[in-house]
Antibody
Framework: QVQLVESGGGLVKPGGSLRLSCTAS????????MSWMRQAPGKGLEWVSH????????YYADSVKGRFTISTDNAKNSLYLQMHSLRAEDTAVYYC???????WGQGTLVTVSS | EIVLTQSPGTLSLSPGERATLSCRAS???????VAWYQQRPGQAPRLLIY???YRATGISDRFSGSGSGTDFTLTISRLEPEDFAMYYC?????????FGQGTRVQV
């Protein structure tokens, strides 16, 4: 069965960096596009970034463009989100999802606070 | 940038009743790229409907989606206790994805 497991969340100071990972299993990772979404505490869902199956087309939400970088390692069935210049408003549960959301992981919490 | 507006914000119903949730896009979108998700407290979202009207794998036929252009609807024919949750619509375009702000279905 499809499984997505995020890791790497935690507490970071404003301006700091963090790298999230998502390990996929149960499907051919390299055949599918992947996405990161997030959800601030008590708020709705927000799309963050998307990478296509060819790993050569990437999109970002305006709120993270220039600060976040999505990448993959097909050999490790892994998706990453490198986050720099973190702000308080980046505090959220970060979810990885297959394609545009047909399967989701359970999420990892990122808290940006001094 | 396409904005999705969901209504109502909260829907108060009883088990067995019919729920009708609306999602309106700020401009016409292809129905091929409209999805609906359910999110229960403390859980990740779950895909219910894709392509505006196609049920995802394992989703009960109590859930149905419809619509085109700017207006899309999720209908839950007979509410079961486990259906009381948050529901989000989504548009997944070529270069941008967006979610509606959500509708809470509560008892």
């Amino acid at each position: 069965q499809v499984q997505l497991v995020e890791s790497g969340g935690g507490l970071v100071k404003p301006g700091g960096s963090l790298r999230l990972s998502c390990t996929a299993s149960g499907f051919t990772f390299s055949d599918h596009s992947m996405s990161w979404m997030r959800q601030a505490p008590g708020k709705g869902l927000e799309w963050v970034s998307h990478i296509n199956s060819g790993r050569n087309t990437i999109y970002y939400a305006d709120s993270v463009k220039g600060r976040f970088t999505i990448s993959t390692d097909n050999a490790k069935n892994s998706l990453y989100l490198q986050m720099h210049s973190l702000r308080a408003e980046d505090t959220a549960v970060y979810y990885c999802a297959r394609r545009d959301g047909d399967y989701w992981g359970q999420g990892t919490l990122v808290t940006v606070s001094s | 940038e396409i904005v999705l507006t969901q209504s109502p914000g909260t829907l108060s119903l009883s088990p067995g009743e019919r729920a009708t949730l609306s999602c309106r896009a700020s401009q016409s979108v292809s129905s091929s790229y409209v999805a609906w998700y359910q999110q229960r407290p403390g859980q990740a979202p779950r895909l219910l409907i894709y392509g505006a009207s196609y049920r995802a794998t394992g989703i009960s036929d109590r859930f149905s989606g419809s619509g085109s252009g700017t207006d899309f609807t999720l209908t839950i024919s007979r509410l079961e206790p486990e259906d009381f949750a948050m529901y989000y619509c989504q548009h997944y375009g070529a270069s941008f994805r967006t979610f509606g702000q959500g509708t809470r279905v509560q008892v």
